[in-house]
């Protein structure tokens, strides 16, 4: 009878997880980018967040810009309307659009079961502002496209822009997210849909500022919409400098917001 001894440590030994799989996280990187591409993708397919972020900023450059409601001042009102509407596509997105999805994400718990996966908090942070940005961007070459089209000629510098919409995105995205983070989520839906009513009328977007009495406009001044449309509109109409008073009022509120969401912001 033969028997066969098992075979030693050293004979057969192969290196741990050669044949097996080796489960881990993705790169950090690849994750952000991966949740920021799914961010952008449910925005995209959510009929109301369209509504919201492209037809009604179109809707209000094209109809106020071709009839004469509002009295925009001198010159033609398309000059007047277009740094407006795109503070208006900075508003929509990255404060009313993004507290409304982050509200009821953190109500059905999809918020709780990010957070327990290997995405840090700061990187879905990070990917929901990326999908932000996407989505602005897309606003800003819609927008522009359509305001050629009526007869836009804008003036001064790209770099100015640029600051201005990068700022007034930080600035709106904290308030939103502290909007988002300590209300309910009616709550936030009905005050983020206020909130976008109230600044499209007395935030100088379509109606300007200096057509409100002289201790309203002071106030409306130091809003962050009527210093993103104010200083788009010193750059891009009147081929202004540097806005800088308008930039520190967006850092100033960019700054209160983000730390405050930082602070108050809950997840479940």
Known sequence: MTTTSAPSASSGSTTPGTYAPDPGAA???????????????????????????????????????????????????????????????????AFTGQAIATGFERRYGVLKRLASSPLPRWGL???????????????????TVIAFALGWHPHGDPVAVVLLLVLGTAAFSGLGLLMA??????????????????LLVGGGVIVPLDKFPPAVQDALGLLPIAALSDGLRDVLQHGAGMP???????AAWAVVGLTAAGRFFRWE
């Open 27 to 93: 790169p950090l990187p690849r994750m952000i980018g991966a949740q920021a591409a799914l961010e952008t993708k449910m925005l995209l397919r959510n009929g109301e967040q369209l509504l919201l972020t492209v037809v009604i900023p179109t809707l209000l450059l094209v109809l106020f810009s071709s009839v004469d409601i509002v009295d925009t001042g001198a010159g033609r009102a398309v000059d007047f309307l277009a740094p407006g509407i795109l503070a208006l596509a900075v508003l929509s997105t």
């Open 181 to 198: 983070g300590t209300l309910k989520a009616e709550a936030t839906l009905a005050a983020a849909n206020l909130v976008f009513l109230l």
């Open 244 to 250: 800088w008073a308008d930039l520190g009022i967006l």
């Open 125 to 143: 942070m990070t990917a929901k502002t990326l999908s932000v940005l996407v989505t602005e961007i897309l606003q800003v070459l819609l927008l």
